[in-house]
């Protein structure tokens, strides 16, 4: 592996349909329950914006692939007041398997710029965030974490 454009993986395996996994990573009624609100059409080109408890912008980025409920990837842009952080996009893939009688989904994020400060923050951040949205699917509450602001 490249040490300057590090790559982040992370695996999880939900008691959720694949369907219930997409509209849970696409839905903003549902992404605003476990992280941020997420809005897009989710088409190619199209933009994606994640936005804060008080309207202001925390990420954005542009829809590469879309393939429900198995595949979406997009540019994740993090905003001004996203920790003063102000580099490149990088890249988020999800993909989204059936395995047995649970869906796996892997998250990769990757395309990093060299020394991403980006990169530091997510390795603590999408685990947390999947964790939440596990739980939100599998029983209807997320994880006590408070909110993500």
């Known amino acids: 592996m490249n040490m ?8 999880t395996y939900v008691a959720a349909t694949p369907e219930q996994v ?6 903003p009624e ?3 329950q476990y992280w941020k609100r997420a809005e897009s059409d989710w088409q190619p080109g ?3 914006t994640h936005w804060n408890e008080d309207d202001t912008v925390n990420l954005q980025g542009e829809v590469l692939e879309s393939d429900p ?3 979406l990837v ?8 996203y920790g003063g952080l102000e580099e490149a996009p990088s890249r988020v893939t999800f993909t989204i398997d059936t395995l047995g ?3 796996r989904l892997t998250v990769t994020h990757d395309e990093f710029p060299p020394k991403s400060k980006v990169y530091e923050q997510i390795q603590m951040g999408w685990p947390a965030i999947l964790s939440n949205l596990k739980s ?6 997320p994880l006590a974490f408070g909110r993500w602001e």
């Not at 997409?22 to 839905?27: D, H, I, P, V």
């Not at 997009?74 to 007041?81: K, N, P, V, W, Y």
């Not at 939100?136 to 509450?141: F, M, S």
């Open 74 to 81: 997009f540019t994740f842009g993090a905003a001004s007041d």
């Open 4 to 11: 300057n454009k590090p790559t982040f993986v992370y695996v």
């Open 69 to 71: 409920p198995h595949r």
């Open 22 to 27: 997409w509209e849970g990573l696409t839905s």
């Open 46 to 48: 199209s933009p994606v």
């Open 136 to 141: 939100l699917l599998e029983t209807g509450q």
């Open 101 to 103: 009688g649970v869906t």
């Open 30 to 32: 549902f992404t605003r």
